[in-house]
């Protein structure tokens, strides 16, 4: 399904940031693409809201969770065993 | 969009869990326990049951083992044993996502009656070279996050932090191209809000 842009010859700055996520997953019709591209080249402001949103991607992808703790490693191996000797025991189908 | 299959950087510990090598688990539990606790906290009330919905689908996941054909990756697999044990043991999921995801993206009174712009993005992306303040960012971000309706955090996690590609994210939370699409495109467009309040600059 694509998003359907409203037909008249150039984009507004308000549709043109509604398609940045099509355009980044490169799921827009050629025409859209175009115009979404042809809007960027004279607009400042929609040209910075897709750098932002690159770089608001590009900073989630730096989000990195907690390292597990010791006791926790104790508490996921334990599991692990666990399950090892039901199976090796003959775990029932 | 489908993408094309790329080869599971999963797929060679399966062998070693299978012949018990305890340390190919705890690689696993390293690389995607995180990200499951992230998964799990948008269905249920707080974080010591979705600790424990984390280790229940870790032992389905071992359980599963031998019935696993790697017809998917280990992680999309993975995933949805987690969020199949989160829906079933959560009840926070339909309570959080309806109403706040509708809406636009970018608040209208931004643009004037023409569409166009009235406050142009504040801008802050020259920041992201500095490694002290990327740092920052991210922990906004991590943040951030966390008030995110559930679908709009489990398809940027999945898309964003994890890396998994549309399609994997599509079969792990079972919805369409074109709604993981809108969820990321609202989900991304909260945290640039978030990232240009907290850093941009007049």
Redesign the interface.
Known sequence: ?RLRVPVRRTL????A??L???YL???LSRADRRRFEKHLGK????T??L??????????????????TDE??T???A???R??HDRDAG?RP | MLQAAQPDPDAPLLDRLRAGDERAFMILVERYRPTMLRLAAGYVPNHAIAEEVVQDAWLGFLHGLSRFEERSSVRTWLFRILINRARTAGVRERRTTAISDIGATVDAARFDSGGNWLAPPQPWTELVDDRLAAEKMAEAVRLAMVDLPARQREVVTLRDVEGLTSAEVCGVLEISEANQRVLLHRGRSRLRERLESEFGRA
Do not use: K, N, P, S
């Open positions: 399904m507004v700055c308000q549709q940031v509604e940045v996520t099509d997953e490169g799921t607009c400042h402001g929609c910075e809201y750098a932002q949103i690159r770089a608001t991607i590009a900073v989630t992808g730096r989000v990195t969770a907690d390292d597990l926790m490693r508490e996921f191996a599991l692990y065993r399950w090892q775990e």
